[in-house]
């Protein structure tokens, strides 16, 4: 079952959309409740959660744009680069395995998409991706750390793609940014052809809420604004992002339950004979086998949900499983051991 396009699982332990597992911080549920009746019947002002969000990332309040969560972001980004052109020619590069919405806001307004596989292990494919910019290129996806893989892209990469794409614009979509070492934003103000998008859904547990930003050059972000709905982030999820920024003690101790749920993932894959790939990310990709619809459904049997990557022509066997709260992780586990205990999980060295 799914709610437009979003795999709905039912009851259960949610570990497939890498939401956080453990909710939002205490301040946000205090700023929603204080939402007043005359607050909901006013349309929202957004000078007080601009300023929030661009002071929580160190940038002018003009180098920031709220969406309604990065996806909208995505969305509009393609729309702004190639929505006017009028050339079915334009090409996006966008690196694969990935996110699902560069692909289809890209298609939605007529890009020819360019798909770059991995390397070896999900290596990321910097010199696929320079061979594959061309005077036709409009924009560049570029994720890091990636999903559904965890992989990140090095600083000297991401510059080269930049600097190779100079005539394009170049998205570095940092959604998992907080749970692995270093932001582009430092970086951010030499290239007026990078937009940097960012998260309040997973870290900060707002997914519910739908909000995000993308952070650029004030002229970078003029076009992409002409193409944002007016009015398009509700009160509710501008007081939530306030409060959420807010609280400065809430990332770190959920960044340190994601670390330990990732070691916990690895050291149980170990265990039990099957594949995985270190992630900087909230999620651990593990390769199963040519049955793992199966493990996906005796998961869910066991009331843990997790995400089936295999039907993705570059992740073939996988699932993806979110690394949240440890206690989660440690049901996610024991959940994984039943089914390698049943033969349904393909180990290393042959069927089980």
């Not at 999903?147 to 990469?157: D, F, K, L, V």
């Not at 190779?164 to 749970?179: G, L, P, R």
């Not at 997914?207 to 970078?220: F, V």
Request: glycine letters at 8%; proline letters at 6%; charged letters at 20%.
């Amino acid at each position: 079952m799914t709610t437009q396009g979003i795999p709905s699982p039912g009851d259960g332990l949610r570990l497939h959309l890498n939401e956080n597992t453990g909710g939002c911080s205490d301040r946000v549920l205090a700023a929603v409740h204080a939402l007043t009746a005359t607050d909901l019947a006013t349309y929202p002002d957004y000078r007080r959660v601009v300023g929030a969000c661009a002071a929580h990332f160190g940038v002018d309040q003009d180098w920031v744009l709220l969406t309604n969560g990065l996806d909208e972001g995505i969305f509009v980004t393609s729309v702004a680069c190639f929505a006017r052109a009028h050339d079915a020619s334009l090409e996006a590069i966008v690196p694969v395995p990935a996110f699902d919405p560069y692909l289809t806001s890209a298609t939605a307004v007529g890009a020819r998409i360019v798909r770059v596989p991995p390397g070896p292990d999900f290596a990321f494919p910097l010199e696929g991706v320079l061979s594959t910019i061309t005077p036709k290129t409009r924009l560049v996806f570029l994720n890091t750390p990636n999903n559904p893989t965890g992989q990140t892209i090095s600083r000297e990469a991401l510059r080269q793609i930049i600097e190779a794409a100079s005539h394009a614009t170049v998205v570095i979509d940092e959604a998992y940014v907080e749970f692995a070492d270093g932001s582009f934003l430092d970086e951010l103000p030499r290239y007026r052809n990078v937009v940097v998008g960012r998260t309040f859904s997973k870290a900060y547990g707002l997914a519910g809420m739908r909000i995000g930003c993308l952070i650029a050059h004030p002229e970078t972000l003029e076009p992409i604004r002409t193409s944002t709905p007016v009015l398009n982030i509700n009160i509710v999820a501008a007081a939530a992002l306030q409060a959420a920024v807010s609280d400065a003690a809430f990332l770190p101790r959920y960044a340190a339950q994601v670390t330990a749920s990732r070691q916990r993932l690895y050291d149980a894959s170990r265990r039990f004979g099957i594949e995985c790939w270190p992630s900087a990310a909230n999620f651990v990709l593990v390769r199963v086998g040519e049955r793992a619809p199966e493990v996906v459904a005796a998961l869910a049997a066991q009331g843990v949900h997790v995400r089936d990557r295999s039907k993705d022509a570059y992740s073939p066997g996988c699932i993806r499983i979110t690394a949240g709260v440890v206690a989660h992780t440690d049901a996610a586990i024991s959940a994984l051991e039943a089914a390698v205990a049943s033969g349904v999980v393909t180990v290393r060295g042959g069927d089980k």
